[in-house]
């Protein structure tokens, strides 16, 4: 509770700076702030506790979660210092509408009711609309706003009436109220439909096939670092939500609920890494990468007793490369009207250490020793072996070696093509940012337990 009324105050404080005139403080400020909130919410880790009748529920699983979102959004706020110097202006907005995306993002973790939730849900996608058409000359910004607003607002209206009808057959919001209803016998029927309809709002925001078509066309349109944001933050916290809102109302569902999660898990993955082998867009293959990541994280909701762990575990390790990588793509596309892999040609050469960092994300992501992906998808894959869904996990090894094919199209235009532009010096934020969040990654591959135990 501490942590979301903390967070809330900072965005506040972001546009206070603007008043005062005094924006070259709003991006360290910010920082400190942020690293000051990540301490309270971590000094909250163990605590069990709800406030305004259970509103808001302080636990395990939200303290984790919302420590890697507070993370995740020190390195975007970073980031955001080289991105947004030609609109000093307006960057106290976009640096306190990403602290307000984040008190989002805590409040679709730390909810303990479905009003709570669907507010939190809001707070972030309204976030995300304005920050995806933020480029307002760019026609392909527009673009990406205008598709993301109206599926954003589509997918939200599904998540509202799902929740309309689980209020009917229960008669509360409050999700202890509807977690022993979900485990009687004689809940209505419309129960069973409003939890649909809830999944399918949240595929859509995790874009998982068949609810995945405005991903990739949003992801280039967007400002890079907004695409940085939705590939990382927003999927990984719909992914949360959507595991803790399962895991609450799954007691009584049908058996072929876990089939259609299996089914959707095989077609997010497949269908995700098949097109993304196509593509010589960055951004429209890390869209495409994004989605089939949507269907391994899937895979935590499958066994008969979820892992809260693995899922966090997986969650950081595809963010934090992710991070890694858009770190890079900031840095070699910033003066380009695209993100082909032209762009990066002979990035090896005239700079190797960036070069290494995309290199080593790329390869996390793959699945490659001895980064976190690879330690992720194993622990991922004995606990779907554990489950009996052997099926599941032989099509997740295919799409994990289909993958190697298109990162490797972007590390091999890196290394074996001779440059074609000239790069000058590397921000150190930059830098910073890059190699930071590849090393987490590094030291979370080493050692695992780090994350698995802390839920």
Same mark, same amino acid.
């Given at each position: 509770?501490?942590?979301l009324?903390?967070?809330?105050?900072?965005?506040?404080?972001?546009?206070l700076?603007?008043?005062?005139?005094?924006?070259?403080?709003?991006i360290?400020?910010?920082i400190?702030?942020?690293i000051a909130?990540?301490?309270?919410?971590?000094?909250?880790y163990?605590?069990?506790?709800?406030?305004?009748?259970?509103?808001?529920v302080?636990?395990?699983?939200?303290?984790?979660?919302s420590?890697?979102?507070?993370?995740?959004?020190?390195?975007?706020?970073?980031?955001?210092?080289?991105?947004?110097?030609n609109?000093?202006?307006?960057?106290?907005?976009?640096i306190?509408i990403?602290?307000?995306?984040l008190?989002?993002?805590?409040?679709?973790?730390?909810?303990?009711?479905?009003?709570?939730?669907?507010?939190?849900?809001?707070?972030?996608?309204?976030?995300?609309?304005?920050?995806?058409?933020?480029?307002?000359?760019?026609?392909?910004?527009?673009?990406?706003?205008?598709?993301?607003?109206?599926?954003?607002s589509?997918?939200?209206?599904?998540i509202?009436f799902?929740?309309?009808l689980?209020?009917?057959?229960?008669?509360?919001?409050?999700?202890?109220?509807?977690?022993?209803?979900?485990?009687?016998?004689?809940?209505?029927e419309?129960?069973y439909?409003g939890?649909?309809?809830?999944?399918?709002g949240?595929l859509?925001?995790?874009?998982?096939?068949p609810?995945?078509?405005?991903?990739?066309?949003?992801?280039?349109g967007?400002p890079? *670092?907004?695409?940085?944001?939705? @590939?990382?933050?927003a999927?990984?916290?719909?992914?949360?939500? !959507?595991? #803790? +809102? =399962?895991?609450?109302?799954?007691?009584n569902l049908?058996?072929?609920?876990q089939?259609?999660?299996?089914?959707?898990?095989?077609?997010?993955m497949t269908?995700?890494n098949?097109m993304?082998?196509?593509?010589?867009?960055?951004?429209r293959?890390?869209?495409?990468?994004?989605?089939?990541?949507?269907?391994?994280?899937?895979?935590?909701?499958i066994?008969?007793?979820?892992?809260?762990g693995?899922?966090?575990?997986?969650?950081?390790?595809?963010?934090?490369?992710?991070?890694a990588?858009?770190?890079?793509?900031?840095?070699v596309?910033?003066n380009?009207?695209?993100?082909?892999?032209?762009?990066?040609?002979?990035?090896?050469?005239?700079?190797?250490l960036l070069a290494g960092i *995309?290199t080593?994300?790329l390869? @996390?992501?793959?699945g490659?020793?001895i980064?976190?992906?690879? !330690?992720? #998808? +194993? =622990?991922?894959?004995?606990?779907t072996?554990e489950?009996?869904y052997?099926?599941?996990v032989?099509?997740?090894?295919i799409n994990?070696?289909?993958s190697v094919?298109?990162?490797?199209?972007?590390?091999?235009?890196?290394?074996?093509?001779?440059?074609?532009?000239?790069?000058?010096?590397?921000?150190?934020?930059?830098?910073?940012?890059?190699?930071?969040?590849?090393l987490?990654?590094?030291?979370l591959?080493?050692?695992?337990?780090?994350?698995?135990?802390?839920?």
């Amino acid at each position: 509770m501490n942590t979301l009324i903390a967070t809330t105050a900072l965005g506040v404080l972001c546009l206070l700076f603007e008043i005062f005139n005094l924006r070259k403080a709003i991006i360290p400020i910010t920082i400190v702030g942020l690293i000051a909130i990540l301490g309270l919410n971590i000094s909250e880790y163990g605590v069990e506790a709800s406030y305004y009748n259970n509103m808001i529920v302080v636990n395990k699983f939200a303290s984790t979660f919302s420590s890697l979102f507070i993370v995740l959004t020190i390195f975007l706020v970073a980031l955001g210092h080289q991105f947004y110097e030609n609109h000093q202006t307006k960057l106290s907005d976009f640096i306190a509408i990403k602290v307000f995306l984040l008190s989002g993002c805590i409040a679709m973790v730390a909810f303990g009711n479905l009003a709570m939730f669907f507010l939190g849900i809001e707070v972030l996608s309204i976030s995300l609309y304005i920050l995806a058409a933020s480029n307002r000359m760019n026609l392909k910004s527009n673009e990406a706003g205008m598709k993301y607003f109206l599926m954003g607002s589509f997918a939200s209206g599904i998540i509202l009436f799902g929740i309309c009808l689980i209020y009917g057959a229960i008669g509360s919001f409050d999700m202890r109220t509807i977690q022993e209803a979900a485990m009687s016998a004689d809940v209505e029927e419309w129960f069973y439909i409003g939890v649909i309809l809830l999944s399918i709002g949240l595929l859509f925001k995790i874009a998982a096939v068949p609810f995945h078509f405005w991903a990739p066309d949003v992801y280039e349109g967007s400002p890079s *670092l907004t695409t940085a944001t939705m @590939s990382t933050l927003a999927k990984v916290t719909a992914m949360a939500a !959507f595991f #803790k +809102l =399962i895991q609450a109302m799954s007691g009584n569902l049908p058996e072929t609920s876990q089939t259609v999660l299996v089914v959707i898990s095989m077609l997010s993955m497949t269908v995700g890494n098949i097109m993304a082998l196509k593509q010589n867009n960055v951004k429209r293959m890390l869209a495409f990468s994004g989605i089939s990541h949507a269907g391994f994280m899937l895979m935590t909701l499958i066994p008969i007793l979820p892992s809260a762990g693995s899922l966090l575990y997986y969650a950081s390790a595809y963010s934090l490369a992710g991070i890694a990588a858009f770190s890079v793509i900031l840095y070699v596309c910033k003066n380009n009207n695209n993100e082909d892999i032209a762009n990066f040609h002979g990035l090896g050469k005239t700079n190797p250490l960036l070069a290494g960092i *995309l290199t080593a994300s790329l390869l @996390s992501m793959a699945g490659i020793p001895i980064f976190a992906g690879f !330690f992720a #998808k +194993l =622990i991922l894959f004995s606990q779907t072996i554990e489950a009996g869904y052997i099926a599941l996990v032989i099509v997740a090894v295919i799409n994990s070696i289909i993958s190697v094919g298109y990162y490797f199209k972007l590390i091999l235009a890196m290394y074996t093509k001779e440059p074609n532009e000239t790069r000058t010096g590397t921000p150190f934020v930059l830098y910073a940012v890059a190699i930071i969040a590849i090393l987490l990654n590094l030291v979370l591959g080493l050692f695992p337990s780090l994350v698995i135990d802390l839920l």
